[in-house]
């Protein structure tokens, strides 16, 4: 069993950065492949970005080269650092965890934070 919990939302002006953090329980944090994703109102859950146990990495297009996922495994946490944020980046970040490869389907991870609210003002 993994629990994971988010932290580090908030509002922000556009063109601004934030740092969202997923910390995860269970000593095997290591061997997981750890996503996010969001969802605003009204619309459908969204994959963000994925890094994989080995450190490969993947984004969905609108925030290549705004958004660096990555993972400490000695601190058993998982970061998503945003910049240049727009105001369609505005949504409930989640954190999600699965074995095995990197996905974009969000039905294939196992496990799933509460979440982190970001707003982005215009």
């Known amino acids: 069993q993994v629990q994971l919990v988010e932290s580090g939302g908030g509002l922000v002006q556009a063109g601004g950065s934030l740092r969202l953090s997923c910390a995860a329980s269970?000593?095997?944090?290591?061997?997981?492949?750890m996503g996010w994703f969001r969802q605003a109102p009204g619309k459908e859950r969204e994959f963000v970005a994925v890094i994989s146990w080995s450190g490969s990495t993947y984004y969905t297009d609108s925030v290549k080269g705004r958004f660096t996922i990555s993972r400490d495994n000695a601190k058993n946490t998982v970061y998503l650092q945003m910049s240049s944020l727009k105001p369609e980046d505005t949504a409930g970040y989640y954190c999600?965890?699965?074995?095995?490869?990197?996905?974009?389907?969000?039905?294939?991870?196992?496990?799933w934070g509460q979440g982190t609210q970001v707003t982005v003002s215009s």
């Open positions: 999600a965890a699965k074995s095995g490869g990197p996905t974009s389907k969000g039905a294939l991870y196992d496990y």
């Open positions: 269970g000593r095997t944090f290591s061997s997981y492949t």
